[in-house]
């Protein structure tokens, strides 16, 4: 009755390696997993065994150590193989790093306009010198150039700095010269990215090589920057952005970045002001209060006069104002 209780108790105890098993080979990465921790499961098995075998006693307690035993070396066996994976990522983001350099670009690339990123560039740099420190930078394509920052932070009566360091119709892979004046000179307290609305046009994009390349934008700001980084979704209706958004949630886990869901945007009557209602309650230093609240509701049920003028043309029914619909 001892052994079978015995028993009993290892194969609870051992069932989360199966478990462990199924997961790390779904995972295919070894960054959750600890080889010195299994190597001391494994010993310990192993000096069970041999104590049954130095005593004599051949059981069930022994059977279930050695069943034991085989699934933990199957976990070190997936442990090397989930090594390798990450390996040939390490290679795959090393090579995209080189092409975020310049050293292969694609001919898309080399048509942006450089007059029109110079003349973005001179401009920043020229409104960098009266900057303060530790504010709020957007930096995005086409979605976060038509914002009308200043009557925004104006009518929302916003008194934290907010600077938007977008660049029209650029894409992921261009904006690395960029950075520099955009970003790292303003030594920004928190920073919200937006990028996609042109990589999202091709419509051979490349889902996983558009995330690697993002991901090593957020290395380099996140090596650059004390800043807490926001990932603002691509706000577009392309069948593609779905797919994009939901590896853009995940990559935010994956980075400690934060994660804004601004598709609803779309579905607004007033695009621009429901987008920056979205990132103005991350904006604050501090949490948003009832009063706010009142306010981002005021605000949004505004009738068409008397909504804050975002320097464009009103619309006809049922357009948007901000976003083309791809």
Same mark, same amino acid.
């Given at each position: ?55 004599h006693k ?26 390798? *994976? ?49 504010g709020v ?25 907010? *600077? ?16 520099? #004046? ?52 691509v706000i ?70 008397? #909504? ?19």
């Amino acid at each position: 009755m001892a052994e079978l209780l015995e028993s009993t108790m290892l194969i609870c105890f051992g069932l989360s390696w199966p478990m462990n098993l199924a997961k790390n080979i779904k995972a295919k990465s070894a960054k959750t997993m600890s080889l010195q921790f299994i190597l001391l499961i494994i010993a310990g098995y192993i000096a069970g065994i041999c104590a049954k075998f130095y005593n004599h006693k051949f059981n069930y307690v022994l059977v279930v150590y050695l069943l034991n035993l085989i699934v933990v070396s199957a976990n070190l066996v997936v442990y090397f193989i989930n090594r390798h *994976y990450d390996r040939q990522t390490q290679k795959t983001n090393t090579q995209l790093c080189k092409e975020l350099s310049g050293n292969t670009e694609t001919k898309v690339d080399k048509s942006f306009g450089s007059s029109q990123g110079e003349d973005e560039m001179e401009k920043y740099r020229e409104l960098n010198s009266i900057t303060e420190a530790g504010g709020v930078v957007l930096f995005g394509s086409n979605t976060f150039a038509s914002l009308p920052i200043g009557e925004l932070t104006q009518a929302f009566r916003i008194t934290e700095p907010i *600077y938007n360091r977008s660049i029209k119709d650029i894409r992921l892979s261009q904006i690395e010269s960029y950075l520099k #004046v955009c970003l790292y000179e303003l030594n920004p307290r928190k920073i919200f990215v937006n990028m996609g609305d042109m990589d999202i046009l091709d419509e051979n994009i490349n889902i996983e090589e558009f995330i690697a390349k993002y991901e090593w934008l957020l290395y380099m700001i996140h090596t650059k920057t004390q800043a807490e980084i926001y990932i603002v979704s691509v706000i577009s209706e392309n069948p593609a952005a779905g797919k994009i958004n939901e590896q853009l949630k995940k990559l935010s886990a994956q980075t400690g970045c934060k994660y804004i869901d601004a598709v609803s945007a779309l579905e607004s009557k007033r695009p621009t002001l429901r987008l920056f209602e979205l990132l103005k309650v991350h904006m604050r230093n501090h949490p948003i209060n009832f009063a706010d609240a009142m306010e981002v509701g005021t605000l949004s049920n505004r009738k068409k006069a008397d #909504v804050p003028n975002d320097r464009q043309q009103s619309p006809e029914p049922d357009m948007d104002m901000a976003y083309a619909k791809h």
